[in-house]
């Protein structure tokens, strides 16, 4: 059984650090891209960052992009999402997600709520 | 604001069948067979429902179907059953820059 497990969020302060982890257990974590996605209150889901089997290729959307940072440890069966200087606009649901199609995320974990307040 | 535009409720009774649509632009759902249908219950992690518009992965029942015209996606739900009752996502890829845009979601009752 495929299953995505996230953990992280909290409460952080503005311009804090907080490091996201899912653990992927149930299928070949390094044969399938990566997503973090985001549900922030009252707000659609957005795509946050992406990494590819191997992890050699990273991207992320433009609000996040130079204070977000994505990795993978396949020998773990981790993804991670390292977020530093964080806004109050960041404050989201966090939810790891597995590419099983193309551009078709067919396994989503829980999600891990972030919040970003003073 | 979502990229793309969904209603945001919809209802039906049971047994009816109900269609939410999904607005996009040439960029995105019109210029790409890669739009996807999520549904959500409250508390829970979306699932994935329809994928490249049309397909549905194994465990999805047939009553959910997917279509495209132009700019615009549909999901069509079809015999509506009480359990159906929740919030979808469309998404659509929308090329190498923006890469994957959701819309704003759909409630739907099921009266």
């Known amino acids: 059984e495929v299953q995505l497990v996230e953990s992280g969020g909290g409460l952080v302060q503005p311009g804090g650090s907080l490091r996201l982890s899912c653990a992927a257990s149930?299928?070949?974590?390094?044969?399938?891209?990566m997503l973090w996605v985001r549900h922030a209150p009252g707000k659609g889901l957005v795509w946050v960052s992406r990494?590819?089997?191997?992890?050699?290729?990273?991207a992320y959307a433009d609000s996040v992009k130079g204070r977000f940072t994505i990795s993978r440890d396949n020998a773990k069966n981790t993804v991670y999402l390292q977020m530093n200087s964080l806004r109050a606009e960041d404050t989201a649901v966090y939810y790891c997600?597995?590419?099983?199609?193309?551009?078709?995320?067919?396994?989503w974990g829980q999600g891990t709520l972030v919040t970003v307040s003073s | 604001q979502s990229a793309l535009t969904q209603p945001p409720s919809a209802s039906g009774s049971p047994g009816q069948s109900v269609t939410i649509s999904c607005t996009g632009t040439?960029?995105?759902?019109?210029?790409?067979?890669?739009v996807s249908w999520y549904q959500q219950h409250p508390g829970k992690a979306p699932k994935l429902m329809i994928y490249?518009?049309?397909k549905r992965p194994s465990g999805v029942p047939d009553r959910f179907s997917g279509s495209k015209s132009g700019n615009t996606a549909s999901l069509t739900v079809s015999g509506l059953q009480a359990e159906d009752e929740a919030d979808y996502y469309c998404?659509?890829?929308?090329?190498?820059?923006?890469?994957?845009?959701f819309g704003g979601g759909t409630k739907l009752t099921v009266l």
């Open positions: 149930g299928f070949t974590f390094s044969g399938y891209w």
């Open positions: 990494v590819n089997g191997d992890g050699g290729f990273t």
């Open positions: 997600v597995r590419a099983g199609y193309m551009y078709g995320y067919d396994y």
């Open positions: 998404s659509s890829y929308a090329g190498s820059n923006n890469y994957v845009v």
């Open positions: 490249e518009v049309t």
């Open positions: 040439s960029s995105d759902v019109g210029g790409y067979n890669y």
